[in-house]
T-cell receptor, first 114, second 113 residues
């Protein structure tokens, strides 16, 4: 059973398009996250979502919006895609948002913007 | 702000060699410290963690000790295998959700037979 799953695994699209990446966790966790991994493998937090409270990293453009239909899902919607959005996006979840909580990562979605 | 610094590599070793990957951090308060591993084409997996000073995390022959006095969390393994080839990330967590995990830039480890 996959703990944290993401779809699609690969996404190739044109500049200016709008796309969504889906994330689901079956661990019963209360907190979910989105991270961006750039071409140099550097990982940076984009959002965290806990009990309907959204915390946004201030550096994330407002073209990116997370949407959570329920506790087990946190989807990422991206408007007006740009070349610089090309990256691998990872979803993660943890029991809650405590500092010692282990985060469990999904397999990643490789987004390529042409 | 929070930051994590680790050697970027690539680090190339022969099988059965001793491994050390250095990691130092800057943070306010008392963060938890983590090592994650990413195998090619996969997501990140927790390798080990330590939640307070002097704690030692260990898993699969890897160890790291939380050293508050040197703000370090170096990863070690006594005898590496080809299957250990991966990218290793040191990270810190302060909790509260706002920061998520703060990652180092990753160390690419290559083990040659």
């Amino acid at each position: 059973d996959t703990a944290v799953s993401q779809t699609p695994k690969y996404l190739v699209t044109q500049m200016g398009n709008d796309k969504s990446i889906k994330c689901e966790q079956n661990l019963g966790h209360d907190t979910m996250y989105w991270y961006k991994q750039d071409s140099k493998k550097f990982l940076k937090i984009m959002f965290s979502y806990n009990n309907k409270e959204l915390i946004i990293n201030e550096t994330v453009p407002n073209r990116f919006s997370p949407k959570s239909p329920d506790k087990a899902h946190l989807n990422l919607h991206i408007n007006s895609l740009e070349l610089g959005d090309s990256a691998v996006y990872f979803c993660a979840s943890s029991h809650n948002s405590g500092k010692s909580d282990t985060q469990y990562f999904g397999p990643g979605t490789r987004l390529t913007v042409l | 702000g929070n930051s994590v610094t680790q050697m970027e590599g690539p680090v190339t070793l022969s099988e059965e060699a001793f491994l050390t990957i250095n990691c130092t951090y800057t943070a306010t308060g008392y963060p938890s410290l983590f090592w994650y591993v990413q195998y090619p084409g996969e997501g990140l997996q927790l390798l080990l963690k330590a939640t307070k000073a002097d704690d030692k995390g260990s898993n699969k022959g890897f160890e790291a000790t939380y050293r508050k006095e040197t703000t370090s969390f170096h990863l070690e393994k006594g005898s590496v295998q080809v299957s250990d080839s991966a990218v290793y990330f040191c990270a810190l967590g302060r909790g509260g959700g706002a920061d998520g995990l703060t990652f180092g830039k990753g160390t690419h480890l290559i083990i040659q037979p």
